[in-house]
């Protein structure tokens, strides 16, 4: 058993474990021209982050109108963010040390992602993190994304955890509502700064509303342990 007993820890990945949101927003900048849509922006963009990539473009054809199908459209974004992930995308050094520092201890592990099963592959592969994270689920795994508590239920299950016994990192509001409705604690990392104060982050067991610029793994260890305690 490792030093927090039965805990397990299940990460998201994108605005998490790394910051993918540049590369998923150029994604869907270059697909919704193709389409059609110029001038996508960043603050457009945010509102998308948390959202599993199949319901972004759904509510893309809806809001602009687009005749090309979620699968089509979920297949061209996944090709353009394909091509930037390989060579652009950045592990957070403190979520590296947090990852490794548990994997040292013995914590069973798990990512529960919104991404495609394939760009979790290429982001893992390519920064190393497969090393340690091999328990893997996409929400195209599981009946509903975010914020239903499916993909992080399913993560549970195949670490052999009770949901009771987990505990998410997450850096989205879909995500920390997902987590509290699979009956998880969470530690939030807001990647919008501005949505710190959202209500599905109230029910963070630790919410650190500076984001990765206040996340370090030794507070993340401390608190992982004094819950492991209190257990």
Not at 31 to 40: H, K
Not at 50 to 75: C, K, N, Q, Y
Not at 110 to 115: F, K, L
Request: charged residues 25%; contains cysteine.
């Amino acid at each position: 058993m490792s030093a927090l007993g039965t805990l397990s820890v299940v990460f998201d990945l994108d605005g998490t474990l790394v910051d993918s949101e540049p590369n998923y927003y150029e994604a869907g900048r270059r697909t919704l021209a193709e389409y059609g849509v110029p001038d996508f922006t960043w603050a457009e963009h945010e509102r998308y982050v948390g959202i599993s990539t199949r319901e972004t473009v759904a509510d893309w054809r809806l809001r602009h109108g687009l005749s090309a199908s979620v699968d089509e459209l979920v297949a061209v974004k996944n090709r353009h963010y394909l091509e930037l992930a390989r060579t652009k995308t950045t592990v957070f050094p403190e979520m590296r040390a947090f990852v490794e520092r548990l994997a040292d201890e013995g914590v069973r592990m798990a990512v529960a992602s919104g991404s495609s099963a394939e760009a979790i592959d290429v982001i893992l592969s390519g920064t190393g993190l497969d090393t340690c994270l091999r328990t893997v689920v996409s929400a195209d795994e599981v009946a509903h994304g975010k914020p239903a508590p499916d993909v992080f239920l399913e993560a549970a299950r195949r670490l052999g955890a009770e949901p009771a016994d987990c505990v998410v990192v997450e850096d989205a509001a879909p995500g920390a509502a997902a987590a509290h409705a699979a009956g998880m604690r969470c530690i939030a990392v807001p990647y919008v700064a501005a949505q710190a104060d959202a209500p599905e982050f109230a029910t963070a067991g630790l919410l650190l509303r500076g984001g990765q610029t206040e996340f370090t793994a030794r507070a993340a260890w401390d608190w992982l342990t004094g819950t492991a305690r209190r257990s």
